[in-house]
């Protein structure tokens, strides 16, 4: 690649990878101009951004499950890292979720990778209204198709940095309203520092409980990890109302919703 080269070759070069092909190309955009910097060679800026995408969208995933064919649930929920660990623990972490909700609920998953495949963990006294929010395209292909004709699953290849969007999304289902972001706050931190908080801000008001998850232990390993949560945590209790915290498996799950409800 000759250097100079402008930034839409640039950014072209960058999503003819397939695995960034259906990203949405304003975060390609942003975190390309994270290195569009003249210290940077063209080839330099095209594998940084491809190495940050990859660790914001696609790191999780095996390949196989972009190569979609005709499985069950348990196969997909196999296939990524996150719900693959989360496996065993499903039933607990959503009963522990829903313990005081029963009837028309709505799921807003942000950031949901495939974890719409983990429905039949969710408590049978729910009446299910599932939205799924995933930047890489090719998962919300997989699960359209999956989900075709099921008038409770919707999917949307949106990207969280979109805010007004995600809000307009929220209007979406009638009766009690929860948002899930599983393991989701860290990949928006490595292109936005404080972003999460932006988003929190905005869509706490809207709904009536939000679940934040992070990983308490290495992608893939099962050696526990010091990661420095506070920040967030404290974020959460002097802004919101603390309903419940617990870990499960190798997660942690804050339960919040705004003060008062
Ligand atoms: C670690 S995975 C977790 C997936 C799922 N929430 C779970 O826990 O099973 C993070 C997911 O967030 C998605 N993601 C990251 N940044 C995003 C953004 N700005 N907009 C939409 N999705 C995003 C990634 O593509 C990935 O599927």
Redesign the pocket.
Same mark, same amino acid.
């Given at each position: 690649m000759e250097r100079g080269s402008n930034k839409r070759d640039l950014i072209k070069k960058i999503i003819s990878k397939k695995e960034f092909s259906l990203l949405p190309l304003e975060?390609v955009g942003l975190v390309f101009e994270n290195f569009d910097k003249d210290l940077y060679s063209d080839e330099e800026k095209v594998k940084f951004s491809r190495n940050l995408l990859r660790k914001?969208?696609?790191v999780?995933l095996s390949n196989k499950l972009l190569k979609y064919r005709e499985k069950n649930e348990e196969w997909f929920l196999n296939k990524?890292l996150?719900?693959k660990e989360?496996m065993p623990f499903y039933k607990e972490v959503y009963e522990k979720i829903f313990s005081g909700f029963k009837g028309k609920t709505n799921v807003y998953?942000m @950031?949901? @990778?495939?974890?719409s495949f983990s429905h039949y963990f969710f408590p049978k006294k729910l009446d299910l209204n599932y939205f799924g929010?995933?930047?890489?395209g090719q998962?919300v292909e997989v699960q359209k198709k999956f989900f075709l004709g099921k008038k409770n699953f919707h999917f949307f290849h949106?990207?969280?940095?979109d805010l007004e969007r995600i809000k307009e999304i929220l209007k979406n289902g009638n009766g009690k309203k929860v948002v899930?972001l599983?393991?989701?706050i860290d990949?928006?931190e490595m292109l936005k520092k404080n972003y999460s908080k932006t988003l929190l801000e905005e869509i706490v008001p809207l709904v009536d409980l939000v679940v934040v998850?992070f990983a308490t232990k290495s992608l893939g390993s099962k050696k526990r990890f010091f990661v420095d949560r506070k920040w967030i945590k404290n974020f959460i209790e002097k802004n919101f109302e603390l309903k419940s915290s617990f870990e499960e498996g190798n997660e942690e799950y804050i339960l919040f919703s705004k003060k008062g409800l």
């Amino acid at each position: 690649m000759e250097r100079g080269s402008n930034k839409r070759d640039l950014i072209k070069k960058i999503i003819s990878k397939k695995e960034f092909s259906l990203l949405p190309l304003e975060d390609v955009g942003l975190v390309f101009e994270n290195f569009d910097k003249d210290l940077y060679s063209d080839e330099e800026k095209v594998k940084f951004s491809r190495n940050l995408l990859r660790k914001m969208y696609t790191v999780f995933l095996s390949n196989k499950l972009l190569k979609y064919r005709e499985k069950n649930e348990e196969w997909f929920l196999n296939k990524h890292l996150s719900t693959k660990e989360r496996m065993p623990f499903y039933k607990e972490v959503y009963e522990k979720i829903f313990s005081g909700f029963k009837g028309k609920t709505n799921v807003y998953d942000m @950031g949901s @990778g495939v974890n719409s495949f983990s429905h039949y963990f969710f408590p049978k006294k729910l009446d299910l209204n599932y939205f799924g929010i995933e930047a890489v395209g090719q998962l919300v292909e997989v699960q359209k198709k999956f989900f075709l004709g099921k008038k409770n699953f919707h999917f949307f290849h949106e990207s969280l940095f979109d805010l007004e969007r995600i809000k307009e999304i929220l209007k979406n289902g009638n009766g009690k309203k929860v948002v899930f972001l599983f393991k989701a706050i860290d990949s928006l931190e490595m292109l936005k520092k404080n972003y999460s908080k932006t988003l929190l801000e905005e869509i706490v008001p809207l709904v009536d409980l939000v679940v934040v998850s992070f990983a308490t232990k290495s992608l893939g390993s099962k050696k526990r990890f010091f990661v420095d949560r506070k920040w967030i945590k404290n974020f959460i209790e002097k802004n919101f109302e603390l309903k419940s915290s617990f870990e499960e498996g190798n997660e942690e799950y804050i339960l919040f919703s705004k003060k008062g409800l």
